[in-house]
Each structure stands twice: as structure tokens, then as C-alpha cells.
């Protein structure tokens, strides 16, 4: 039974760790976005394109900004699932 209840708070950090990394890029998108089509809407552009590039430009500085610590919380995670299947194993 303990194994049961190790392994979904395991699944319950696994979802948090990845609403983490996911966050600010979908959010910059969403932002970008909004941004971008109140623009569309005021001016009567409507290029289905024109979007794209902002929103990629967005990404990329997002990436660039909290990469490393993005990267950090993926390692430490990766460090305690090994370190949990280590425990698992020797009971």
C-alpha cells in the first residue's frame, strides 16, 4: 500500500512540475495573442498569419529567460523519480 501512495504523490509532483515548465510559454502565447488580435480587430486585418511570428518571438524569449530554470525543475525531478525507484527497488 505504500508503494501505491509513493507512486501517485510521484504522478501528483509529475503533473505540478510540468504545469510549472508549461506556464510561461502558454501564457506569453495567450498574452501575445490577445495582444495581437485586439490589434487585428481595431485595424481589420485579418491575416491569419500575422500572428506567428510575435508569438514565436514570445516563445523564444520566454525560452530564453527561464530555460535554465525550467531545466532545473525537469533535473531535480528526474533526480527524485531515480532516487524513489532506488528505494522501491531494495524493499
Do not use: W
Not at 509532483?13 to 502565447?29: C, F, G, K, N
Not at 501575445?32 to 506567428?52: C, D, M, P, R
Not at 525560452?63 to 528526474?78: A, E, H, K, P, Q
Request: no cysteine.
Amino acid at each position: 500500500m505504500e508503494d501505491t501512495a509513493s507512486l501517485l504523490s510521484l504522478a501528483d509532483r509529475m503533473l505540478y512540475v510540468t504545469a510549472l515548465i508549461a506556464a510561461p510559454v502558454l501564457l506569453a502565447s495567450l498574452a501575445v495573442g490577445l495582444v495581437v488580435g485586439i490589434v487585428q480587430a481595431a485595424t481589420s486585418v485579418n491575416e491569419q498569419t500575422l500572428t506567428f511570428v510575435p508569438k514565436l518571438a514570445a516563445i523564444a524569449l520566454v525560452l530564453v529567460v527561464l530555460g535554465g530554470s525550467m531545466l532545473g525543475l525537469v533535473g531535480d525531478f528526474t533526480q527524485e523519480i531515480f532516487a524513489e525507484i532506488a528505494a522501491l527497488g531494495h524493499q
